[in-house]
Nanobody, 116 residues
Framework: QVQLVESGGGLVQPGGSLRLSCAAS????????MAWYRQAPGKQRELVAS???????NYVDSVKGRFTIARDNAKSTVSLEMNSLKPEDTAVYYC??????????WGQGTQVTVSS
């Protein structure tokens, strides 16, 4: 089992920046890819960015060039640096970890609100 705890959400003005962090604990040696998802009110949860164990990254088109995902395997953390934030980035952001045996674990989520 793995426990994921997100932090770093909050209220920011359009054009501002936030950095989300996710700390993993438990069976961290069995984590493969990690990712950030988000869910806005009335919308389905969507993949924002993912990162493979070797560091390969993938982003949804709407955040390319603005968001950066990174992981520190030694510290068992994954971060999401978000720049040039837009109101449409407002959502609850969730950290996700995929295990070697296929199971997905989720964090509790952290709210990001982009508003003037």
């Amino acid at each position: 089992q793995v426990q994921l705890v997100e932090s770093g959400g909050g209220l920011v003005q359009p054009g501002g920046s936030l950095r989300l962090s996710c700390a993993a604990s438990g069976s961290i040696s069995r984590i493969t890819s990690m990712a950030w998802y988000r869910q806005a009110p009335g919308k389905q949860r969507e993949l924002v960015a993912s990162i493979a164990p070797a560091g390969n990254t993938n982003y949804v088109d709407s955040v390319k060039g603005r968001f950066t995902i990174a992981r520190d395997n030694a510290k068992s953390t994954v971060s999401l640096e978000m720049n040039s934030l837009k109101p449409e980035d407002t959502a609850v952001y969730y950290c996700n970890a995929r295990m070697t045996y296929g199971v997905l674990y989720w964090g509790q989520g952290t709210q990001v609100t982009v508003s003037s």
